[in-house]
């Protein structure tokens, strides 16, 4: 269900906390040809996050 209402979502920023990295596996490729700029910030391993200050 969850992944159907990321999908659908076109308009709106979303933020996904997904520790398994299952969701953005799932959905990244299609979130990116829906245009929206997909992100990932990785607690465990930051070298493997984007990288982005956001402060």
Do not use: H
Not at 25 to 47: A, C, H, P, W, Y
């Amino acid at each position: 269900m969850l992944f159907l209402m990321l999908l659908l979502k076109n308009q709106q920023s979303i933020v996904v906390t997904d520790p398994s990295g299952e969701v953005y596996e799932k959905t990244s490729n299609i979130k990116r040809m829906q245009g929206f700029d997909v992100r990932v910030v990785n607690f465990k391993n930051f070298l493997a996050s984007d990288r982005q200050n956001f402060f």
